[in-house]
């Protein structure tokens, strides 16, 4: 496993390495962002829909109380009115005296009608609101009995106001819930138009966000969006909403309607117990979710396209300052010592040029000294051959001893100046096998020549020594370490 990474490793380039960094921090990144998306972020978004819907159903349910409250102390003003005038205890008055006792509706709100009865349950004033129709055609009137009237049922034997449910009103032949406040002389009634007090719900600022639903205690459409649904008086909410609505004032769950699912908050009206309903579909749920994912996801795209981009620029130009430096030290490698053409503004890849500089000089003095130790040896022949067998250097002794000078040797291999076909496959052999397995050979002995080779750097070095005897025609051979002569 190791040893195919490392094979794998070697055949990047540093571009290649950061970009697979920047990949992987990338992929890690987007990792956590989903995470942090799906995990805490979609939660949170669900959890304010819910407090918006909450809110919202709240608003609504205060529209409504609050007529429901103006009109409860309409009736406990005119109660206490009533309660302590002396025609409460006298004998009963007409109803035009009555009714100037009882003031008329106001024309922009939702109480329809105001009335007084008597003990006996007959209606003793009366007073409409202006939105009534004057073409509507009563079922009761003055001097009517109304003791069938819901609200007065609700009221009778009870020293409190009580509120009825939803029902047809006798007078304006409109759905109306009522309110009957007990007098000591008989009953004050107040029907309340449901048209005109669900149309204040209708008109809240929050409307259009959501789908309101309004029906009363048993689940009937009181306020939909579909006519039919109000006319047919249809159930729109579940058992198991009511259940929840009587145990605890609210529900919080899923309800189909007309091909759309929608998450409903509903709450409970405590007066009239009217359940007030706010839907939103899975797609106004659903949609902030899939902004917010897109949103991360073009971020996170944008962010790699130009973290990329910077990092592909970085790595270009890392590769060119590596690039410069392994030219400069082939260059050094082959004696050329280039001069570095560039300087990077890291401060690592500045440290290294300026080690390699450094390095360059100290060697260049070094070869300088060598060849100075070269050239200033008489009695001792120093070549110097590269890889291939040919001359690279050649000292005076070489000259003096072998006959041949400088220019003539340079570039020449050993089979042109000194050595037959055979000795020089062997010295060729020799190249070779200190190429292959570095180190030092010899010193060998080929036909009377001593010869002590040696691995370099980038270059093969032979040193061979030859000193005549004095008074005699053979040569021996001495050899000469170049490390150790310097």
């Not at 409860?72 to 109660?79: N, Q, S, Y």
Request: with cysteine; proline share 5%.
């Amino acid at each position: 496993m190791t040893r195919g990474w490392a094979t794998v490793m070697r055949r990047w380039t540093l571009r290649h390495l950061l970009l697979g960094i920047f990949a992987v921090t990338l992929l890690v990144a987007l990792v956590v962002a989903s995470t942090l998306v799906v995990g805490w972020r979609f939660p949170e978004l669900l959890a304010r829909q819910e407090q918006q819907q909450a809110r919202l159903a709240a608003s609504l349910a205060y529209v409504v109380e609050s007529e429901l409250r103006s009109t409860e102390r309409i009736l406990t003003t005119l109660a206490a009115t009533l309660d302590h005038t002396p025609s409460s205890s006298s004998p009963p008055l007409t109803s035009h005296d009555d009714a100037s006792l009882l003031p008329a509706p106001p024309a922009d709100g939702a109480l329809a009608v105001l009335l007084r009865l008597d003990t006996r349950g007959t209606i003793v004033a009366l007073q409409q609101a202006p939105f009534i129709l004057p073409a509507a055609q009563p079922i009761l009137s003055l001097g009517d009995d109304a003791r069938g009237l819901p609200p007065v049922g609700a009221a009778r034997n009870r020293t409190a106001l009580e509120w009825s449910g939803v029902y047809l009103s006798p007078f304006s032949l409109q759905p109306v819930v009522g309110a009957a406040m007990p007098l000591r002389g008989g009953w004050l009634v107040a029907e309340m138009d449901v048209q005109r007090l669900t149309a204040l719900a209708s008109s809240s600022p929050w409307r259009g966000q959501a789908h309101v639903l309004i029906s009363d205690a048993t689940g009937t459409a009181i306020l939909t969006d579909d006519p039919q649904e109000r006319l047919q008086r249809r159930r729109i909410l579940p058992l198991d909403a009511l259940q929840a609505v009587r145990q605890s004032g609210h529900w919080i769950g899923r309800l189909d309607r007309q091909a759309q699912r929608l998450w409903v908050h509903t709450v409970q009206l405590q007066r009239v117990n009217w359940l007030v309903s706010v839907g939103v579909t899975q797609r106004d749920i659903y949609e902030p979710l899939w902004v917010t994912a897109l949103t991360v996801l073009l971020t996170a795209a944008a962010a790699a396209l130009v973290g990329a981009l910077l990092t592909s620029r970085a790595a270009t130009m890392l590769q060119r300052r590596m690039g410069n430096l392994i030219e400069f030290a082939r260059g050094v490698a082959q004696g050329a010592y280039p001069t570095l053409r560039s300087h990077s503004h890291l401060r690592d890849v500045a440290d290294l040029e300026q080690a390699m500089s450094d390095m360059a000089d100290r060697v260049r003095r070094r070869e300088h000294q060598l060849h100075a130790i070269i050239d200033s040896t008489p009695g001792v022949a120093v070549q110097i051959y590269s890889r291939s067998g040919h001359v690279v250097e050649w000292n005076r002794a070489s000259h003096s001893i072998l006959g041949w000078s400088r220019e003539q040797a340079l570039g020449k291999r050993p089979v042109e100046l000194f050595y037959d076909e055979q000795q020089q496959a062997a010295f060729e052999a020799l190249l070779a096998s200190i190429d292959r397995d570095g180190g030092a050979a010899g010193p060998l002995s080929l036909s009377g020549i001593l010869c002590l080779r040696h691995s370099m750097t980038t270059t093969t070095r032979s040193i061979y020594a030859k000193q005549e005897e004095a008074g005699g025609g053979r040569h021996d051979g001495a050899a000469v370490d170049p490390a150790g002569a310097h």
